[in-house]
Each structure stands twice: as structure tokens, then as C-alpha cells.
């Protein structure tokens, strides 16, 4: 590996589709641990799991597309430049050993609202390692090296959804030991550190390392109206005290609804080095697109989820989920969205009011549905939510940077028959009544968007 960094990094094959199959998969696992935790949670326990689990995702969103985005575009830009990738490292290395130390802190005290003091020491261990492997995510998203990131990303929700479990199940540690698990899971992204280490150097504060700092701020403040966006009605369940009232089965609700995030956050990392160097309203127009076949589909079959199968992921305190799941799913997709456009802004990076206005739609999003879970407790929060997120992806798709995207993708009958092929589809999941004949229609249907939308990931043929 050493002999890597001996060397200009150099871009390689984008790997988009097994990118997205790598987070799609850990986000199945994911998932799949949230839902477990239901038989191994009581439901308060779990309202302070649910709740710390979105704080860190709120975190990992932000060390993971801020300073180590803006170390992938710099890398992907001037991939023969050595000198200038020493300067880069070594300023995304320390910067977010800085920002990971001043973000723990925050999180920390937010745990201490809903939890106790060992869910908080937890949360912040976990946080503190999120920040120290954002960088080696950032060097090998630069190099191309999607599968490696793959590769990783998967390992680290199998690591943190076994680790997580035994402690639950096995030591009976509660929430804490469900949130132990993003400690071991965390620790799985210091793997890279050997295949950049010689390219951190010591801590300067140049002209160079000034101009950095100012776009990752930029791109950390984009970023985090994402992050607090997706888990901020998740979070309002436990910061407003809603958890006894029916919230805990909202939250796995929202869990679940979470899954389309996955795929647009696997596209989005995936299209952002080659929108830096190619921002085409082209390019925008397909990665819309992808997300677009790949979440409506991921969000018919949420929806139309039959009860059957319901009754077996989720025990009977949680039987309300089916009420919620509908407003979870589409708020999942409206969130894929908002984060896709926003890759769009970060890619740009060209106008400095951009973040403050990003700001501003979450402060208002946030504000929404705030006053309508106070008013109407959870049935507000949810209707609003999806109404509000829906007002804030069309906000966005007003914006130069992103609306070029949209044109060409309304235009393009192809793209527009695409996505009328996949809502026919959920609409046919809707009428199915039997269980199996359903998951017969949604596997057949899911495979068959993936081909559709990831080329690459079928057999090649041998000439």
C-alpha cells in the first residue's frame, strides 16, 4: 500500500454501481439492526437509541461529505500534483481532527437530553473515530477507489450491527450497547490510514490552507442542513418528550423510511469527483435520473409493505409503524433529493450565499415541523414533515446550479417514461394482496430497475 503514496494519486474506475450496492447493502444491515433492536429494546430504551443513532448519522453525514469531499475534488482536479496533495492531506487530516473534537461536544450534550451519561460517553467515542477515518474516506474517494469504499462501508455495518447486538442481546447493556456498536463500527475506517499516512505533514496555516478552510466551511455548513434535515424529525421524537406517546414506533418507521437516503447518498458520492471537474446539465440530469428510478422504487415498496410482513420485522409494541411508514417513505425519498441537489451546490461551490440559504430552509424546516408535533404531537410531526420537505427540494431545484438538471431530465421523454414505468410498478405492488406473490413482483421489479439504472452491473459479455 505504501508504495501507492510514493506516487501522483491517480483516478481510477468510478465503480458507481457497486458503490451503490456497498450502501444499499449497508444500509439493509443497518436497518435491519435498528429493527432487531426492537425485540431487544424496551420502548424508552430504544427512544434514546433511535434518537442517539440519528445524532451520529447527523455526524457522519457532516465529517463524511465536508472536509473529506473537499479533499476529493482537490485530489480528482490536480491528480499529477504531489506538492499540492501533501497540502491538502495534511489540511484535511488535522481539519478534522479540529472540527471532529468541536462537533463531539455538541452531540455529547444533545445525548444527555434523552439519554444517560454512558449513552453519551458512547456517542462521543464513536464521534471522535467518525472524524479520524473521514479522511482516508476523502483520499480513496479522490483516487477513485470507489470499491475500496465499498468495501469499507460494507465491513463497517456488519462490524457495528454484530458488535451491537451481542452487547444487547448477550451483555444486556441496553442503549448504551446498541450505540457501542458505532464505536467498533467507526474504528473500521482507520484502515485506509497506511495509504496516505506519508502525505500528512505537520499543521501550517498558509494562503493555501486559508483558502481550504473557507470552502470546507462552505461545503460543512451544505452538508449539515442535509445531515439535520434527514434526522431531524427523528430527533424532535426524543428532544420533545413523544417517544411514550407513540413515537418510538414513528422512529422505526423513520428508520426504515431511510433506505432511499442510501441510494441517493450512494450516487451523489459516486457522480461528485466528476461533477467537480464536468458539472453538465447532462451529467446532473443522469444522476437524477438513477436516483430517481432506484428511490421511487425503493419507496413504492415501503409504502405497499404488506402487513404480514410487517408483523414479522417489527413486534407487537410496535404495531402503529403501518400508520406511520407512508409518510417516512416519501420523506425518505424528498430527502435522497434535497441531498442530491445539494451534491449539485457543493460540486459548484461558486456562490457564498449558497450555504446561508441552505441554512435558512433547514431552520425553517426544523421550525415547521417543531410547531406542528407541539400542536398535534406525532401525526403533526409526520404530515409536516413531508409537506416541508417537499417545499424545500423545490426551493432548491430553483437554484442555477441545480435547475439546468431538472430541464434536461422533464425533457427527455426516455427519462420521463422511466420513471412512469417505475411508479406503474408501485402501483401494481398496491393492489397485490397476497405476501408472497408481492415479494415475488418487488424482488423481480427491484432487480429490474438496477439493471436499468446500473449498466454495469450486469454480466459482460465475452467477445
Given amino acids: 500500500m505504501t508504495a501507492v503514496l510514493e506516487e501522483p494519486v491517480r483516478a481510477r474506475g468510478s465503480g458507481a454501481g457497486w458503490l451503490l450496492l456497498a450502501t444499499s447493502g449497508a444500509g439493509v444491515v443497518n436497518y435491519g439492526y435498528a429493527l432487531l433492536l426492537t425485540h431487544g429494546l424496551a420502548p424508552t430504551q430504544y427512544a434514546a437509541f433511535a434518537a442517539g443513532q440519528a445524532l451520529l448519522m447527523v455526524r457522519a453525514a457532516v465529517s463524511g461529505a465536508g472536509v473529506p469531499w473537499l479533499l476529493a475534488r482537490e485530489l480528482s482536479r490536480r491528480p499529477d500534483d504531489r506538492r499540492w496533495h501533501v497540502t491538502v492531506t495534511s489540511f484535511a487530516f488535522w481539519a478534522n481532527v479540529a472540527l471532529g473534537t468541536a462537533l463531539t461536544v455538541p452531540v455529547t450534550g444533545a445525548v444527555l437530553i434523552f439519554g444517560d451519561v454512558r449513552d453519551a460517553a458512547v456517542v462521543a467515542c464513536a464521534s471522535l473515530l467518525m472524524s479520524m477515518g473521514s479522511t482516508g474516506m476523502g483520499f480513496l474517494q479522490g483516487a477513485g477507489r470507489m470499491e475500496l469504499m465499498a468495501a469499507l462501508l460494507t465491513l463497517e455495518a456488519v462490524i457495528k450491527a454484530g458488535t451491537g447486538i451481542a452487547l444487547v442481546f448477550a451483555c444486556h447493556l441496553g442503549s448504551a450497547g446498541a450505540l457501542a456498536g458505532f464505536v467498533a463500527g467507526s474504528a473500521v475506517l482507520l484502515i485506509p490510514v497506511p495509504m496516505f499516512r506519508r502525505l500528512v505533514g505537520r499543521p501550517r496555516w498558509r494562503a493555501a490552507e486559508a483558502g481550504l478552510c473557507t470552502a470546507v466551511l462552505r461545503q460543512t455548513r451544505m452538508q449539515a442542513s442535509v445531515a439535520v434535515t434527514a434526522a431531524g424529525d427523528t430527533v424532535l421524537v426524543g428532544v420533545l418528550g413523544l417517544g411514550p406517546a407513540g413515537g418510538a414506533p414513528y422512529q422505526a418507521a423513520s428508520a426504515l423510511g431511510r433506505v432511499p437516503l442510501f441510494a441517493a447518498n450512494a450516487v451523489s458520492t459516486a457522480v461528485f ?146 420513471v412512469a414505468g417505475v411508479l406503474a410498478f408501485a402501483g401494481v405492488l398496491a393492489v397485490v394482496g397476497d405476501p408472497v406473490l408481492w415479494s415475488g413482483i418487488a424482488v423481480l421489479g427491484g432487480l429490474t430497475v438496477l439493471a436499468s439504472s446500473f449498466p454495469e452491473l450486469l454480466p459482460r459479455r465475452r467477445r
Avoid at 294 to 318: H, I, K, N, Q
Avoid at 349 to 370: E, F, M, N, Q, S
Wanted: hydrophobic share 50%.
Fill in 273 to 418: 469527483p466528476q461533477l467537480s471537474r464536468d458539472g453538465s446539465a447532462e451529467r446532473k440530469a443522469g444522476a437524477l435520473r438513477t436516483y430517481l428510478l432506484v428511490g421511487t422504487a425503493m419507496t413504492g415498496v415501503l409504502v405497499t409493505l404488506p402487513p404480514e410482513l410487517r408483523s414479522v420485522l417489527f413486534p407487537d409494541t410496535f404495531a402503529a409503524v403501518g400508520r406511520w411508514l407512508p409518510y417516512a417513505a416519501i420523506l425518505g425519498l424528498l430527502i435522497g433529493l434535497f441531498n442530491l441537489c445539494v451534491t449539485f451546490l457543493q460540486a459548484e461551490d461558486g456562490h457564498r450565499h449558497t450555504a446561508r440559504l441552505l441554512t435558512g430552509i433547514t431552520v425553517a424546516y426544523l421550525g415547521t415541523v417543531t410547531s406542528a408535533a407541539t400542536v398535534a404531537g406525532v401525526p403533526g410531526l409526520a404530515r409536516s414533515a413531508v409537506v416541508a420537505g417537499a417545499l424545500a427540494v423545490v426551493t432548491l431545484s430553483m437554484l442555477p446550479a441545480v435547475r439546468p438538471g431538472w430541464h434536461v431530465l422533464i425533457a427527455s421523454r426516455r427519462d420521463l417514461g422511466a
